[in-house]
C-alpha cells in the first residue's frame, strides 16, 4: 500500500467500527483530519493485527515526511546563545514539533484521566502525541489506569512507550490547572511534574528527555513563572545528578521561545 491506499484502508476500518462519517466524501487534506479525528475520539479497545500494521506503516511515513530531529542537531544553550548557566552544556531550548525529536522520552502534558485528547484535531501537545504515537498509546494509558484504580494526581509522571513517535519513550504528567489566582499550591505541583518526570527518566536510565510547556497552555499557568519553575527544578536535579546528558525544554509559540532565551542568557 502507499499512502493513499493506507489512509482509505484506515478511515474505513474506523469509520466501520465507530458507525461514523461513513458516507462522507472528502478530499485529500481533510482525510488525514478525518482519520486522525476517528483516532482521537476512539475509545481504548482491541485493534485487529493488520489495522495497527497499516497504522504504524502510515504514521510513521507521516513522520518521516515531517523530518525527524536528532538530540544531537539540536544546541546546547551554551552553543547556541553562549549561556553561562549551570549546565549550560546538558539544556537546550528548541522550537517546533514535540513529536518530530528523537530523544530517549518526551513528556506529555497530560489530562487527569491519562487517555489522551478526545476533541478531533485539538491543538494541544496532548492531542499532537497521541495522534502521532497511535493508537496503541491509548490502549496503554487504558490499561495503566485501569490498574491504578483512580484518576492520576497532579505532579507525578507514568512513563509508555513511545510507538510510532521517534522518541522511545512518552512521560505523562498532569500539571496544576490555574482557575484565577495563581497560589503556591499551583507552583509546587507544577515543581513536583518536572521533578517527577526528571526522577523517571533516571529510573530507567535515559540521557535525554524533552519537555513541552506543562500547564500553560489549556491549564492557564502564567508563561514566566511556569519557565523559572521549569529551569529551576532542571538545574537542582541536575546539580546531583549525572546520568541525564541533555534536558531539552520544547517551545511552540514565539512568547516562549522568547522567555527561555532570556532565562538562560541573563
Known amino acids: 500500500m502507499d499512502q493513499t491506499q493506507r489512509l482509505d484502508f484506515l478511515i474505513g476500518e474506523l469509520s466501520r467500527e465507530s458507525g461514523m462519517y461513513e458516507k462522507w466524501k472528502v478530499g485529500e487534506v481533510d482525510k488525514r483530519r478525518l482519520l486522525r479525528s476517528l483516532m482521537n475520539v476512539r475509545m481504548p479497545g482491541e485493534l485487529s493485527s493488520e489495522v495497527l500494521r497499516v497504522q504504524d506503516e502510515y504514521l510513521k511515513e507521516e513522520t518521516a515526511q515531517k523530518g525527524i530531529v536528532a538530540v544531537e542537531e539540536i ?3 551554551k552553543e547556541a546563545f553562549g549561556s553561562g548557566i549551570r549546565h549550560a552544556d546538558r539544556i537546550s531550548v528548541w522550537r517546533g514539533d514535540i513529536t518530530r525529536i528523537s530523544a530517549d522520552a518526551i513528556v506529555n502534558a497530560a489530562n487527569s484521566r491519562l487517555l489522551g485528547c478526545f476533541v478531533p484535531c485539538h491543538g494541544c501537545v496532548d492531542n499532537a502525541i497521541h495522534s502521532a504515537a497511535g493508537m496503541q498509546l491509548r490502549e496503554e494509558c487504558f490499561q495503566i489506569m485501569q490498574e491504578q484504580g483512580y484518576e492520576e494526581p497532579e505532579g507525578r509522571a507514568k512513563i509508555t512507550s513511545g510507538y510510532n513517535l521517534p522518541c522511545r519513550y512518552v512521560i505523562h504528567t498532569v500539571g496544576p490547572v490555574v482557575a484565577g489566582i495563581l497560589r503556591k499550591e499551583h507552583c509546587a505541583a507544577l515543581e513536583s511534574c518536572y521533578r517527577s518526570c526528571l526522577e523517571t527518566a533516571k529510573e530507567r ?39 541525564i546528558q541533555r534536558v531539552i525544554f520544547n517551545v511552540f509559540k514565539e512568547i516562549g521561545w522568547d522567555i527561555y532565551r532570556k532565562l538562560v542568557t541573563k
Open 75 to 77: 544546541p546546547t544553550v
Open 205 to 243: 536510565n535515559l540521557q535525554s528527555i524533552v519537555f513541552c510547556c506543562i500547564s500553560t497552555g489549556e491549564f492557564h499557568f502564567p508563561n514566566q513563572r511556569a519557565a523559572d519553575i521549569a529551569l529551576d527544578t532542571v538545574l537542582s536535579f541536575l546539580d546531583r545528578d549525572s546520568g
